[in-house]
């Protein structure tokens, strides 16, 4: 169940997109429309897929709130389960709705009374471009369903703007901008340290994703492919 939630987490940070009303956009632009990936091991072995689909977009409390529906499948692309996450755009910025991911298949045993959630959204500017220090964020839940609560959190910390690149992924080569953030997360008393860079392009969202381990070495990969 850690391994789970740990792999969870990564996805919060490292798969999740861009998306406004004023922003520059970096998920699906039109409801219905979808991207799929495939994520492979450190070795460069297929491992799964996933899509991300735009449900809805709506207006609540001042801020564009956007619906994705991410599906998660098997190599053999056998639906294993799906989730709606939220997104939502203030202003010129872009937030990632981090309290959407506790509804996640991983915490559905737990009652609502359970869980004390504590986050700070990570926000993406308008017009980034490298040289650019983006803000940090976390989430935080403490779920008390025994004697001793249980502790989940993530660290999203030192988040930089570092270059403007070229990937090429199976869907064609793609003008992005590099992103670098290290990732400190918790699961109970298990605690790891990450680091992630992803290439994002403006009106289509993340091409390419690669996370490591605390001493550089590649943990996994995720890329843009064509949809099936």
Not at 53 to 62: A, I, P
Not at 156 to 184: C, H, M, P, W, Y
Request: glycine share 6%.
């Amino acid at each position: 169940m850690k391994r789970k939630i740990i792999i969870t987490f990564i996805s919060i940070f490292i798969a999740s997109s861009l998306f406004s009303q004023n922003c520059e956009t970096y998920i699906p632009t039109k409801v219905g429309e979808k991207l799929t990936y495939k994520t492979s091991n450190r070795k460069g072995k297929l491992e799964s897929y996933y899509s991300d689909e735009l449900l809805s977009v709506n207006d609540e409390d001042g801020a564009t709130k956007y619906a994705i529906i991410r599906k998660n499948f098997d190599k053999k692309k056998v639906l294993k389960n799906q989730d709606t996450i939220y997104f939502y755009c203030k202003g010129n910025s872009f937030y990632i709705d981090m309290s959407s991911y506790i509804g996640s298949e991983e915490f559905a045993k737990y009652d609502d009374s359970m869980i004390q959630l504590d986050v700070e959204n990570i926000g993406y500017p308008a017009h980034m471009k490298p040289g650019m220090t983006l803000e940090d964020g976390y989430i935080n839940a403490d779920i008390t369903a025994g004697y001793i609560p249980i502790v989940f959190r993530t660290d999203v910390i030192n988040r930089k703007v570092v270059s403007s690149e070229k990937i090429t992924t199976e869907a064609g080569t793609f003008q992005t901008l590099k992103i670098t953030e290290d990732l400190k997360m918790q699961v109970a008393f298990v605690k790891v340290n990450m680091s992630a860079i992803t290439w994002v392009k403006k009106g289509v969202g993340n091409i390419k994703t690669e996370t490591y381990d605390k001493n550089g070495k590649l943990l996994s990969s995720s890329e843009l492919v064509k949809n099936w």
